[in-house]
């Protein structure tokens, strides 16, 4: 089955600055990237979202890039703020949109800590 | 739009008991998903649903089962429950499943003493 990693597993970075969040699969048939926000003791959010027909997508502050040759798609958040303080969790799976196959399968988090 | 909503928040059960957890979707949306959250293992898939029919499945003992009812809504069961089970048991509903997204709720605490 589907394989993903996740790095790093801690991210500390200086309010202002970028953060960027790695992640690789191992099966080539994935086709759709989603990006998770974990607050503590809250409901994992959708934050992005990418499909294999595409590259990079943006929204606002978060960007996510996907290189499907090497099997990787990266999370950057630009201008941190304090709320950006969270795990983070990326995730993978196969299906089209009538139908999934494997459901999805996450990467173990990142706890980013935003620094005042 | 309401959310997904989960019920009970928080249960405590003892070894050997039989639990059953649900999860209500958003109006609209007809796969539910269920998912384990565990400090060392993290968020492991557990099985999907769609249109009542269990269409996707995890590598979990056969003590975890689900069903879907007409309505979308779905329930968890896990039997004969152990002390691993411990866990956030999280669903999360969307329209189609597969490359569609997908909504968690705020889960279910179980713990297991």
């Known amino acids: 089955g589907e394989n993903v990693e996740q790095h790093p597993s801690t991210l500390s970075v200086q309010e202002g600055d970028s953060a960027v969040i790695k992640c690789t699969y191992s099966d080539s048939a994935s086709n759709y990237f989603p990006w998770y926000k974990q607050e503590l003791g809250k409901r994992p959010q959708l934050i992005i979202d990418i499909r294999s027909n595409v590259g990079e997508k943006k929204d606002q502050r978060i960007a996510v890039t996907l290189n499907k040759t090497a099997k990787h798609f990266s999370l950057h958040i630009t201008e941190t703020q304090p709320e950006d303080s969270a795990v983070y969790f990326c995730a993978a799976s196969i299906g089209g949109s009538g139908g999934g196959a494997d459901g999805l399968t996450f990467g173990k988090g990142t706890h980013l800590i935003i620094q005042p | 739009k309401a959310g997904v909503t989960q019920t009970p928040r928080y249960l405590i059960k003892t070894r050997g008991q039989q639990v059953t957890l649900s999860c209500s979707p958003i109006s609209g949306h007809r796969s539910v998903s269920w998912y384990q959250q565990t400090p060392g293992q993290g968020l492991q898939f557990l099985f999907e649903?769609?249109?009542?029919?269990?269409?996707n499945k995890g590598n979990f003992p056969g003590r975890f089962s689900g069903r879907q009812f007409s309505n979308s809504r779905s329930e968890m069961n896990v039997s004969t429950l152990e002390l691993g089970d411990s866990a956030l048991y999280l669903c999360a509903s969307s329209r189609q499943g597969g490359n569609t997204e997908a909504f968690f709720g705020q889960g279910t605490r179980l713990t297991v003493v």
């Open positions: 649903y769609f249109s009542e029919t269990q269409r």
